[in-house]
C-alpha cells in the first residue's frame, strides 16, 4: 500500500496460547470469552494451554497457584469438554 514507507515499523503480538495466560490471572467475563473465541476459531490447542502453563507460567506465579490451577482446569473443561 504504501511501498517502503513503513521500513522501520515493527509489530509485535504474543502467540494464542501466551495471549490466552496473560488472560488468566485476571480472569474476568471478557477474558474468558475473548479465550473462548479463541478456542473456537481453532488458534488454542488444550494440551499446549496445559504444557505452557506448568512449565512456563506457574513456575513464575508470586501467589495463589491454586486459583490459578483451578482457573486453567475450569477454562479448560468448559471450552474443551470431553
Given at each position: 500500500m504504501f511501498s517502503g514507507a513503513w521500513r522501520r515499523l515493527r509489530l509485535f503480538a504474543l502467540e494464542?496460547?501466551?495471549l490466552a495466560l496473560s488472560k488468566?490471572?485476571?480472569?474476568?467475563?471478557?477474558?474468558?470469552?475473548d479465550v473462548q473465541q479463541l478456542a473456537r476459531a481453532g488458534h488454542l490447542r488444550a494440551d499446549i494451554l496445559r504444557e505452557r502453563y506448568y512449565a512456563?507460567?506457574?513456575?513464575?506465579?508470586l501467589a495463589h497457584?491454586?486459583?490459578?490451577?483451578?482457573?486453567l482446569?475450569?477454562?479448560?473443561?468448559?471450552?474443551?469438554?470431553v
Open positions: 494464542a496460547h501466551d488468566l490471572e485476571r480472569n474476568m467475563e471478557r477474558d474468558r470469552d512456563e507460567l506457574r513456575p513464575n506465579l497457584e491454586a486459583r490459578h490451577d483451578l482457573t482446569r475450569l477454562w479448560l473443561a468448559s471450552y474443551w469438554p
